[in-house]
T-cell receptor, first 113, second 114 residues
């Protein structure tokens, strides 16, 4: 069974630009969660999608948004990039969320210059 | 809100030494507890989990017991190997209905030397 895939793996943007990251969950998984990992703040929850609906959200500004498609693939978008958005963005999928194990992808390393 | 506190790293051990990485948590209700491991350049891998008090999670020689009375979930391994060098994250799962999110500790870097 293929694991969680994330594209692209690396991305360099400049301040003010916007970026879209993609996550393909494990086949059959309907829950996709996104996390931001930085040296200063550690791992922080962004949001969770299940069956195309956002059902949990972390404490991030509205510049961070996401969506999920009918095939469970998910995208997250960051608009008006700031230097502080430089981070590793991790996507995790699970069968239903809740108590089920979350399987993480390798992440997308975003650098904002 | 929920939080996880784990010991600062880095932790440097010789091969075959005993490992303990402390983790304590603050949460409402009855969270599930996890240890994840991150190898360089990779995402997180679930190492072990425990879903209720007194449960012991174990995998690859690592163990952790869910202690509700001390709100702790310390990770232990009797004999570490060089290949165990990685960053270890303690986490809890906060359930709100069927939704969930993981709250992570800051991570503890383990370096094992020959």
């Amino acid at each position: 069974k293929a694991g969680v895939t994330q594209t692209p793996r690396y991305l360099i943007k400049t301040r003010g630009q916007q970026v879209t990251l993609s996550c393909s969950p494990i086949s059959g998984h309907r829950s996709v969660s996104w996390y931001q990992q930085t040296p200063g703040q550690g791992l922080q929850f962004l949001f969770e999608y299940f069956s195309e609906t956002q059902r949990n959200k972390g404490n991030f500004p509205g510049r961070f948004s996401g969506r999920q498609f009918s095939n469970s693939r998910s995208e997250m978008n960051v608009s008006t990039l700031e230097l502080g958005d430089s981070a590793l963005y991790l996507c995790a999928s699970s069968n239903t969320g809740g108590l089920n194990e979350q399987f993480f992808g390798p992440g997308t390393r975003l650098t904002v210059l | 809100g929920n939080s996880v506190t784990q010991m600062e790293g880095p932790v440097t051990l010789s091969e075959e030494a005993f490992l303990t990485i402390n983790c304590t948590y603050t949460a409402t209700g009855y969270p599930s507890l996890f240890w994840y491991v991150q190898y360089p350049g990779e995402g997180l891998q679930l190492l072990l989990k425990a879903t209720k008090a007194d449960d012991k999670g174990s995998n690859k020689g690592f163990e952790a017991t869910y202690r509700k009375e001390t709100t702790s979930f310390h990770l232990e391994k009797g004999s570490v190997q060089v290949s165990d060098s990685a960053v270890y994250f303690c986490a809890l799962s906060d359930h709100t209905g069927t939704a969930s999110k993981l709250t992570f500790g800051t991570g503890t870097r383990l370096q094992v030397t020959l």
